[in-house]
């Protein structure tokens, strides 16, 4: 009795086991729906992956300096060392999708999320226009995502080297040589000036 029972335990682990790889496979094999519990609204997954190209030749730089934002922080996720993205729990409708980066740019993406007629998800990803509004017109995009990075930005400027024509476009340096003139110059000019001239504009100054 003890021996058939331990093998009823068995058996009914086994088919438990089965029971939650089948839901995990099933779940896996459709690349938005992400949980379908009763009682609570239906979410999707977001995948994608960061390319490489030569603005960005190495995308595992991303995983410690970026992440994927969704609406404005509304949805958040981390990028992985070979590129590679997922963002959970999207609801159906539409979403802005970036990658907040410290020093590359990539572009804005329309994601819309919307039901079949087979009732499974589907995911309309569209390049978004700086400046315009959101347009279906625009190429659906391959799903998963595919995103490279479309410039690099540049904090810093080279140093300058010794430039005379910098040096005496200073505004100090232009006072320093105006004031050397007044120093050289003004004793050699009145020098030249007749003296009557020169006693008679000392007296008007004076007076």
């Known amino acids: 009795m003890r021996a058939s029972a331990t093998w009823s335990m068995l ?6 086991v089965v029971l939650l790889l089948s ?11 992400i ?24 995308p595992s730089v991303l995983a410690t300096t970026a992440r994927v934002v969704v609406n404005g922080g509304e949805h958040t996720a981390f990028i992985q060392s070979d590129g590679g993205f997922s963002v959970d ?11 907040a980066a410290a020093n590359y740019s990539f572009p804005k993406i329309h994601i819309h999320i919307s039901l079949n007629d087979q009732g499974r998800a589907a995911i309309a990803a569209r390049y978004v226009q700086p400046g315009a509004d959101w347009s279906e017109d625009a190429p659906v995009l391959s799903y998963p995502l595919r995103v490279a990075a479309t410039a690099k930005y540049d ?5 300058q ?9 200073n505004p100090y340096m232009m006072m320093v040589g105006a004031s050397l003139v007044a120093v050289f110059l003004l004793p050699k000019l009145q020098a030249n000036i007749d ?5 008679e504009m000392n007296k008007k100054t004076k007076g």
């Open 195 to 199: 003296p009557e001239i020169l006693d």
């Open 23 to 33: 839901l995990a496979l099933a779940s896996a094999s459709d690349p938005a729906a």
């Open 161 to 169: 080297g010794f430039s005379i024509v910098a040096m005496f476009s």
């Open 35 to 58: 949980a379908d519990t009763p009682g609570s609204a239906k979410t999707y997954r977001l995948r994608g992956m960061i390319t490489s190209n030569d603005i960005l030749p190495d």
């Open 89 to 99: 729990n999207l609801g159906l409708g539409h979403s802005l999708f970036e990658i």
């Open 155 to 159: 904090f810093y400027t080279p140093r």
């Open 11 to 16: 058996a009914l682990a086994q088919s438990l």
